[in-house]
Structures are given as structure tokens and as C-alpha cells.
């Protein structure tokens, strides 16, 4: 899989890494089990320092995405239960984004119409 990493955008480079990476899994375009390029290779098929790749691994590491060993490699983890700490962090990031959207006029029906669209990328 390779990524497109934009270097003009605001987003850090490594949370560009982690968002691909998250949406690829969501697509089902990464598999649970799936080995994932060392870090060494995946700075070199994407042109960035490798302690950047190494952030985007820890970070998706920490948020149970993906899993490391040292024999076997980093591979995609296989999908989560859904607990308590992701509900709340999702619902804040909702709130924030809903508010947003309201500020911006978007309607309801809008937001609602757009989710669905969305989501449905990530059914299987």
C-alpha cells in the first residue's frame, strides 16, 4: 500500500501516515493479519524520515491498529471490541464536528445523507 503524503498540509506527516493507514483498514484494503513494510521501508516507499514512520507505527501501535514483533514484523491487528475510552473519544470528536458543521449550516438531512455515504465505504 502505498501512501500519498502531502508535505504542504497542515496535518503532521506522521498523523497523515496513521489516517491512511486506519481508513485503508476500514476499506478492507489492509487485512486483519496483514504485514505492513518496516519502518525503514515504508520511510523510503513514502520519501520521509524513518522516526516519523516510527511515530505513526507507536501511535497506531498504542490504539491497538496494528501490532509489532520483532520476529514476525508489524501486521494489520484484527478489527476491535468497541469499549468504553474509543465511545467517549468518539462522541467528542463528533460533537465537535457536528458543531462545526451547524456553524457552517450544514442541515441534518445533510450531515445524515453524508455519513451514510461514508460509511458505506466501510461495510463489508
Known sequence: MLLEID????IPIYQQICNQLILGIAENKLKPGEILP???????EIGV????????YTSLKKDGYILTDRRNGTKVAEKQVLDPAFQ?????????????????????KEVQEKVRLIYQ???Q
Do not use: P, W
Not at 38 to 44: L, T, W
Open 7 to 10: 508535505s504542504q498540509s497542515e
Open 38 to 44: 518496516s519502518v525503514r521501508q515504508m520511510a523510503d
Open 49 to 56: 524520515n524513518m522516526m516519523t514512520v516510527s511515530k505513526a
Open 88 to 108: 467517549k473519544e468518539f462522541s467528542n470528536g463528533l460533537e465537535l464536528l457536528l458543531a462545526e458543521a451547524s456553524i457552517h449550516q450544514l442541515s441534518e
Open 121 to 123: 465505504k466501510f461495510e
